[in-house]
């Protein structure tokens, strides 16, 4: 099995600036309706961001009149949402804790794809525990299969990605207490992006 989310962390403190700046015109792109959706869903205005990196997609729910927790397992994506003046928490997801019932929505948009599937599994749990009842979970990943290990160009830096397809985004949510509401895709490159809205229901 190859190194997982520690190298990945490893790697995103170091190329915190980089990646900002790649990803500046995924956001620009990102479907105006795609978010409205999760925003339109919700029952409440507190939503935690995991894996939210250096906070654009922070600044998007914001402006759409959330009140939002940024957690991050990289030391410097958590310095850079903090002086975005949001909330952040540095935490390897792996190890996050929070109370039953503490936020109306969780944002995940590529992040448990640095994740094994079963530690994703694992996650998903806790996320189901701590929203409030019809609370909302907002996935975003990325298609293909199986898993890899990819370098940062020539250095020796790497980060782990998981793949998923829709049956296995099932059985990602499969007896955890998740109805899916909402589903499309997203292609700004090479990649296909899965989004996914469920709604925590009781079982």
Same mark, same amino acid.
């Given at each position: 099995?190859?190194? %997982? ?8 403190? /170091? ?8 990803? %500046? ?14 925003? =339109? ?13 250096? &906070? %654009? ?15 991050? &397992? =990289? ?6 949402? =903090?002086?975005? &003046? ?14 039953? &019932?503490?936020?109306?929505? /969780? ?97």
């Amino acid at each position: 099995m190859p190194p %997982r989310i520690d190298n990945t962390l490893r790697t995103y403190n /170091a190329i915190h600036d980089l990646y900002d700046a790649e990803t %500046r015109d995924f956001w620009e792109k990102f479907p105006v309706t795609t978010v409205k959706k999760f925003v =339109s869903g919700l029952h409440g205005k507190d939503v935690v961001n995991l894996g939210s990196g250096p &906070g %654009r997609d922070s600044i998007i729910l914001r402006d759409n009149g959330l009140n939002v927790t940024c957690i991050d &397992g =990289s030391k410097e994506m958590v310095a850079m949402t =903090s002086r975005l &003046g949001f909330k952040s928490i540095l935490c390897n997801l792996k190890s996050l804790q929070f109370g039953e &019932g503490t936020f109306d929505g /969780a944002w995940a948009y590529s992040s448990l794809i640095h994740l094994t599937f079963e530690e994703s599994k694992a996650l998903v749990e806790k996320i189901c525990n701590f929203l409030k009842p019809g609370g909302l979970l907002f996935l975003g990943l990325i298609e293909g299969s199986g898993h890899e290990l990819r370098s940062v160009g020539d250095s020796d830096y790497a980060r782990y990605f998981e793949y998923y397809n829709r049956e296995k985004v099932a059985e990602l949510v499969k007896g955890i207490g998740f109805k899916l509401v909402y589903k499309d895709t997203f292609q700004p490159g090479n990649h296909v992006y899965l989004n996914y809205i469920f709604r925590k229901v009781s079982l």
